[in-house]
């Protein structure tokens, strides 16, 4: 892997970086009506893929689910936007950024989330992205790079990973950036006209979901106020260029709106706290610090407990944590997160039967939610009831559009319930969506050649192997 990546940051390297500030077409001109959104949506199927394989996106299910609402939440006040597909998820860096690409995928760093103030803060980023590709930003410079579409794939997904793992000295990554200037991200570095725009329309976005337009405004000036003194610490100003301008013309359009005061809601805490446990280190000195800061009382928050109690089960502390954990529970026991970390708990302690009743009348509550199906899931898995979690699985499998993780638990609940016919179509459905094309098509051809009771399955099977000829042959015609 390492070899793999020093060959891509190699290739990237030696592409041509004229065209990050080159002027872009009008999507209206007949120069951009080649790229149509069918062509634009395959171009971003394909990067989606092959950053799955290379990228440290965080697959938790709690927290996915959080960003897809709050995507989606402003999707749905972006009357351009409705039509398109979208599709959010989370990178393990704890550098400020976002990041759009083609085909509706938006990607959040885990520091955007932990160093906001509040929800409209993160929101404003949000709702920035989405106006990125509601016009076609990105679309735009693909046509104008047309010869580095397919041919960079590798490179922009050592562009990404060059971001997501810059503190990594072993990979010599600190000089690739500074010798390049991240130059090489052309999709997703923007003009100044492209950030205007994309303000414009993400601000009102932003207010018409019912978020204070102020969010935007005060992210704006804590990334200008803290690239003074961390100038290598922001992605997002490299991509996104700010100027004193820009922001006050944002400060300008954002005075338009009546401000208001808008309560963060309880969850947006708990995922803050989550993904921060979740991503610190976890040693000798930080398990010290955190139970002097909780023994001292500094831990008063409900969100500040439910962290310390994440990060105390990182730390294989499970007595502490499940202390922490039922007294949240006792206080809101409606609260979901409460109940998943328990349930996580009991996973770990190998009594998953002691949780399942409280997440299965959880989900009946909330059907949909993805972090109670795959809690679920697991649970039925760890307490080696696989019918059942075949049986929720499959009756979510729309699911895995955004949690291609869930095929992993379907494949060992199939295995466990002996449907071993499935298992095989299913963990190629997990390749391909992870950018595996080759194993994918190798699971594919030993699955048809299984005898199943399933009537369609040989036609879903033809039909997947087919769309992996079809991807493997485009990929070379844009070489």
Do not use: W
Request: glycine content about 6%; some cysteine; charged content about 20%.
């Amino acid at each position: 892997m390492r070899k793999l990546i020093i060959v891509l940051i190699t290739t990237l390297c030696t592409i041509v970086t004229v065209y990050a500030s080159t002027e872009l077409p009008d999507i209206g001109s007949s120069s951009s009506r080649g790229f149509s959104l069918v062509k634009e949506q395959a171009v971003g199927n394909d990067y989606m893929r092959q950053l799955r394989a290379f990228a440290p996106i965080m697959n938790d299910a709690e927290i996915n689910d959080y960003i897809q609402h709050l995507g989606f939440k402003l999707v749905e006040h972006n009357s351009a936007a409705t039509a398109r597909q979208f599709s959010f998820f989370i990178i393990r860096q704890n550098s400020i950024n976002a990041f759009a690409l083609p085909g509706g995928y938006i990607g959040v760093h885990t520091g955007l989330i932990t160093k906001s103030s509040n929800e409209s803060e993160l929101a404003s980023v949000l709702s920035h992205e989405i106006a990125h590709v509601t016009q076609r930003h990105l679309a735009r410079r693909l046509e104008l790079q047309s010869q580095l579409t397919i041919p960079s794939l590798a490179a922009f997904a050592a562009a990404i990973l060059i971001a997501t793992q810059s503190n990594n000295p072993d990979i010599g990554i600190g000089a690739a950036m500074g010798a390049q200037g991240l130059a090489q991200q052309a999709l997703i570095n923007h003009t100044r006209a492209n950030e205007a725009e994309a303000d414009r329309i993400g601000i009102n976005t932003l207010y018409a979901s019912g978020f204070d337009t102020r969010g935007a405004i005060t992210f704006f000036e804590k990334m200008q106020q803290n690239s003074r003194y961390y100038s290598n610490a922001f992605e997002f100003l490299r991509t996104h260029p700010l100027s004193r301008s820009r922001i006050t013309d944002a400060r300008l359009r954002a005075k338009q709106y009546r401000p208001r005061n808008v309560s963060d809601p309880l969850r947006y805490h708990l995922i803050k706290e989550k993904v921060r446990a979740l991503t610190s280190k976890v040693n000798s000195v930080t398990i010290d610090k955190a139970e002097m800061l909780y023994k001292n009382g500094e831990l008063k928050s409900a969100s500040q407990k439910y962290g310390y109690a994440i990060f105390m089960s990182r730390a294989k502390k499970f007595d502490v944590a499940d202390r922490i954990l039922k007294q949240l529970q006792l206080s809101d026991y409606k609260q979901p997160a409460y109940a998943i970390a328990l349930a996580q708990l009991d996973i770990e302690r190998k009594t998953p039967g002691h949780s399942i009743k409280t997440i299965r009348n959880l989900l009946n509550n909330s059907p949909g939610n993805l972090a109670l199906v795959e809690t679920l899931a697991e649970l039925y898995n760890a307490n080696t009831d696989f019918s059942d979690s075949r049986d929720l699985l499959l009756k979510n499998i729309h699911m895995t559009t955004y949690a291609p993780y869930l095929y992993k638990l379907l494949s060992i609940a199939q295995e466990g319930a002996g449907y071993k016919s499935e298992v095989y179509e299913t963990e190629g459905n997990y390749l391909l969506t992870m950018g595996d094309l080759s194993g994918a098509k190798i699971k594919f051809e030993q699955a048809i050649n299984i005898q199943t009771d399933d009537p369609y399955a040989r036609a879903r099977i033809n039909a997947q192997l087919s769309n992996i000829n079809e991807y493997i042959k485009q990929r070379r015609l844009r070489r």
